[in-house]
């Protein structure tokens, strides 16, 4: 671990605007790059550093290797053919982009999901959540050289998409939440199949917990290291677990209520000293929120009931001018669609908003500098990020 | 009407004024009066967070559509505030000091759309497409399948479909 050295004599001086004039050539400083292939990065990005010494004196981060132009694309399509497009564009996470794609256009388009439909989604989402998490945690503990911990979460990862994949019949992309409502209701005997794998993820997250969280190294390394003031929040768009470790209860779960969550008695989790270990702390606890939340929402979800609502041909499907916004909250933080609708057959305008837009480009260059090389990775990893996100 | 439009008319030459939801609320303004609108609702009316910045392209209209979305955690409400830009000449005052993370939406809508931001930190700068040299290609005039079509192989046994006249055909085979 690098200690902080509050000599900055070494430093490059900043020019009237704030920029640094670093002289590669001068042999004091050396540019490294951090992916797009490299084990200390989270997916398809990559990371620009300049490091005097062991110490980070400038990030810059790089995106567009996963580049696919979803929003481009939608343009061209039937709002039923964007459809399968919108889970892509999230891998461990793909739910948040089916609800809020068909809740933007439910709402263009006067629909009413039923109420039956709204508890299948809140569970979706929040099993959706529980992955994103796990594999979070095994990255967090990875960055640190405690490869087991993935082992474990990605195994509990693996029984919760058995459960995706008996109730959508996908793993991955599920393609589950149609604008209308959803495809199917919960197959026979899920409820007791979910309970077994929640205890079983509970069971390993108590372990993670003793192994990763207790740990002196995992201690020394992460308590105090990548801290968010409180008053970035704002400046900087900050939202979800990064947020709420600072002390900053924001949750739009609560917040601004959607789906069934009116119904759900839960408090959003929150933690104060806003660094990795809080950020990570926070996402643990949040996780077993995730897993009260599911058993609230099997033991009040009704048994019978429509599905999905009437929707016009997919065919002739035309959508009056308009335009909204819908958030929800994701294991990451604020998720949202803004689609612009102009009469037409087709979307004239969709643009994703996740929550990786904000926190690993402007939040994440402001907070690598003076960091060790060898915490770059798990400052990273504990700003969740997920690339595809970014770049749409 | 809603009560946020009521405070604001007063003080700024809103045109257009939408309520999608008791929480949503767009208006239109010309652009001039786009920072102090900005400052007003951050600093007067709580509107705090910079959810998005992002672009409409009207190509029929000749306008880009500027969409910069406000959201007051206490009171959960959103506002969107549109700004009409004219296609040919697409430059707008960047609002970087306002938000710092807004450089980025700047940069990336310079990149895609072509509407510059004259001043935002690193806005000349690749963000997506490296070395892109043709039409910004978020305009609704870049042809993406032209595109393809000049710059990648076919591959053979890909047919396209019109959607619409696919599925009549796969679902109607001898006719209505």
């Known amino acids: ?95 948040f982009n089916e609800y809020c794609y068909a809740a933007a256009v439910e709402e263009l388009a006067g629909i009413q999901a039923p109420e039956r439909a709204n508890w299948i989604r809140t569970l979706i989402l929040e099993m959706g959540r529980i992955n994103s998490y796990l594999m979070y945690l095994g990255g967090q503990a990875g960055a640190f050289g405690l490869g087991v911990i993935a082992q474990w979460t990605t195994y509990v990862r693996d029984l919760m998409l058995d459960r995706f994949e008996e109730l959508s019949g996908a ?50 390394r992460a308590v105090g290291l990548g801290y968010v003031d409180p008053a970035w929040i704002e400046p900087y768009g900050i939202t979800g677990p990064v947020a709420r470790a600072a002390g900053v209860a924001n949750d739009v779960r609560k917040d601004q209520p959607y789906l069934v969550y009116p119904e759900l008695d839960f408090e959003p989790v929150i933690g104060h000293d806003s660094d990795l270990y809080t950020r990570a702390d926070v996402r643990r606890r949040d996780l077993l929120l995730s897993v009260d939340l599911i058993r609230q929402i099997l033991a009040g979800m009704p048994s019978d009931g429509p599905l999905m609502a009437e929707i016009p041909s997919v065919l002739h499907w035309r959508i009056p001018r308009g335009e909204t916004y819908i958030r929800g909250e994701c294991s990451r933080g604020e998720y949202g669609y803004y689609l612009v609708t102009d009469g037409s057959g087709y979307p004239r305008r969709v643009n994703v908003r996740g929550p990786s837009y904000t926190h690993a480009v402007a939040l994440f260059e402001r907070l690598v500098v003076n960091v060790n090389i060898s915490d770059v990775a798990a400052l990273l990893v504990s700003l969740h990020t997920y690339p595809p996100e970014i770049e749409r | 009407m809603h009560p946020l439009y009521e405070r604001l008319k007063h003080l700024f030459p809103l045109d257009e004024v939408t309520e999608q939801r008791p929480d949503l609320l767009f208006v239109t303004l010309p ?52 700004i009409k830009l004219a296609r040919d000449s697409a430059t707008m005052e960047s609002i970087h000091t306002l938000w710092p993370t807004a450089a980025t939406y700047q940069r990336e809508l310079r990149e895609m759309f ?56 796969q679902l109607y085979p001898n006719g209505l």
């Open chain 2, 31 to 82: 652009r001039e009066h786009l920072r102090s609108l900005l400052l007003h609702l951050r600093d007067i009316e709580g509107f705090s967070h910079l959810v998005l910045l992002t672009a409409v392209d009207w190509i029929e209209e000749g306008q880009f559509q500027l969409t910069y979305l406000l959201h007051n955690r206490p009171k959960a409400q959103d506002i969107g505030v549109r």
């Open chain 2, 114 to 169: 072509g509407i510059d931001f004259p001043g935002s930190p690193g806005v000349e700068e690749d963000f997506i497409l490296e070395g892109w040299i043709d039409l910004p290609p978020y305009r609704r005039d870049f042809d993406t399948k032209k595109f393809s079509d000049e710059n990648y192989n076919h591959r053979p046994g890909r047919e396209t479909h019109d959607p619409a006249e696919y599925m009549k055909q």
């Open chain 1, 171 to 220: 793993r991955i992309y599920h393609m589950f939440i149609l604008p209308g409502g959803v495809r199917d209701g919960l197959p026979d005997g899920f409820e007791q199949r979910m309970e077994e794998t929640l205890r079983e993820i509970e069971e390993t997250l108590q372990q993670v917990y003793d192994v990763m969280f207790c740990n002196a190294v995992f201690k020394k």
């Open chain 1, 1 to 95: 671990m690098g200690i902080f050295d509050a000599d900055r004599s070494q430093y490059p001086t900043p020019g009237p605007d704030g920029s640094l004039d670093i002289d590669l050539t001068s042999g004091k400083y050396l540019k490294l790059w951090q992916g797009p292939n490299h084990p200390g990065i989270t997916g398809n990005m990559s990371l620009e550093l300049i490091v005097c010494g062991d110490e980070v004196v400038k990030g810059t981060t790089h995106v567009g290797y996963l580049h696919r132009g979803f929003e481009k694309l939608m343009e061209r399509r039937t709002f039923i053919q964007c459809f399968p497009i919108v889970c892509r564009i999230c891998v461990p996470e793909p739910d």
